[in-house]
């Protein structure tokens, strides 16, 4: 493919959210992780955001933009991937200037959430190609081989089941997954291991109360915790955590297990 000729995004689209439609149909394409169910001009509190999608891992959100990127889309990247709880969080543009660089590399570092800057070129055969400018520092650790994960998740994730995908740091207590805009976390401490899912939005008493009618307290022993800006819910599995290495097989079976069928019945109830 020849790129030596670009041309602008706005010769192939005549608006944005034309280019959006297509970016949310080709996400694979950004090469950030393996997502699906992608929406367009998603509502996130009283806003849109221009592509929301969820996925093995996780939940990302994307702006979009034709020419410099400017600091008004990263601002709303930053509000819907905190309200949204993001996994993932990528600005589309032709070009990025070195602040906003810095900015996207600074916010790695102290975030859980993966920042991408990824510039998108256009070629006269209205091709596209898309390139990192900015991304997780994991993501080269990963590849050097710097890093550790952990041991306890590391079978879960290698597995080819619902909850394989990308391998944990050391450190990090969780994995998760959404499922009908519900996050949902394996969960494990030193000494306990658990299952919950976190309700956000206007409607979350209402989800939650729905939702939990699924799952009756005799067969599914849970508790209610209410966040800030979220309902939780917590499913205990075993009094058994991090520490109890020795049982690490029958944890890592039970919560699978329990995730499973909680993930299923979710997904086939239609809520």
């Not at 998108?120 to 710097?146: C, K």
Request: with cysteine; aromatic share 10%.
């Amino acid at each position: 493919m020849n790129l030596q000729k670009t041309i602008r995004l706005s010769k192939i689209y005549t608006r944005e959210e034309e280019f959006s439609e297509d970016l949310a149909d080709n996400l694979e394409a950004l090469k950030v992780g393996k997502f699906e169910d992608a929406e367009t001009e998603a509502r996130v509190g009283t806003k849109k955001a221009d592509i929301v999608a969820s996925g093995e891992d996780g939940t990302i959100v994307v702006e979009n933009q034709f020419g410099k990127a400017d600091w008004d889309h990263w601002g709303r990247l930053e509000a819907y991937a905190r309200l949204k709880e993001a996994d993932v969080a990528v600005l589309v543009a032709e070009n990025f200037e070195e602040l906003m660089i810095v900015t996207c590399n600074l916010r790695n570092e102290d975030s859980k959430t993966d920042w991408y800057l990824i510039q998108v070129l256009a070629n006269s055969h209205q091709e596209l190609s898309f390139h990192y400018v900015a991304r997780p520092a994991i993501d080269i650790q990963t590849e050097q081989s710097n890093i550790e994960f952990s041991e306890f998740w590391t079978p879960i994730r290698e597995g080819d089941g619902l909850f394989s995908g990308k391998l944990v740091p050391v450190g990090k207590d969780y994995i998760s997954k959404t499922i009908r805009g519900i996050r949902m976390w394996l969960w494990l401490t030193r000494h306990e291991c658990n299952i919950r899912l976190w309700f956000q939005g206007k409607d979350r008493f209402e989800r939650r109360d729905k939702v939990m009618e699924l799952f009756p307290e005799s067969d599914y022993p849970y508790e209610y915790k209410d966040a800030t800006r979220a309902l939780i819910v917590i499913f205990r599995v075993l009094e058994k955590g991090l520490e109890d290495k020795e049982d690490w097989d029958e944890i890592q079976e039970e919560l699978v297990t329990m995730g499973t069928d909680i993930y299923n019945k979710i997904s086939e109830s239609g809520l």
